[in-house]
């Protein structure tokens, strides 16, 4: 059975910083694309952040580009989220996905590119 906790979110400043963390069990991920996305108050989950099984390509979203670093940690099998410079309008709950090949899809951003899904990890920013 494949797992996946997301953990390091909380309650943050405008201008802070967070390390989100996704702790993957029951399959490895070095071979597989790993994703962030993001679900606001009363809005559909979106796309943040993508990157490939070797970490040599990566893809985020406009809103986050400049601000937030995904990364990975094939032998811990854990992929990261750095957010830094934290705005109120990043407060969601942030779920870590589980792609389907090494690669990048070219649609990346749609949620049926990806297998498997974590619980959650819930971001707020103060203003």
């Known amino acids: 059975q494949v797992q996946l906790v997301e953990s390091g979110g909380g309650l943050v400043q405008t201008g802070g910083s967070l390390r989100l963390s996704c702790a993957v069990s029951?399959?490895?991920?070095?071979?597989?694309?790993m994703a962030w996305f993001r679900q606001g108050p009363g809005k559909e989950r979106e796309f943040v952040a993508v990157?490939?099984?070797?970490?040599?390509?990566?893809r985020s979203a406009d809103s986050v580009k400049g601000r937030f670093t995904i990364s990975r940690d094939n032998a811990g099998n854990t992929v990261y989220l750095q957010m830094n410079n934290l705005k109120p309008e990043d407060t969601a709950v942030y779920y870590c996905?589980?792609?389907?090949?090494?690669?990048?899809?070219?649609?990346?951003?749609?949620?049926?590119?990806?297998?498997?899904w974590g619980q959650g990890t819930q971001v707020t920013v103060s203003a």
């Open positions: 996905a589980f792609g389907r090949t090494p690669y990048i899809s070219a649609y990346f951003q749609n949620r049926d590119e990806y297998v498997y």
């Open positions: 029951g399959r490895t991920i070095s071979s597989i694309a």
């Open positions: 990157i490939n099984w070797s970490a040599a390509s990566t």
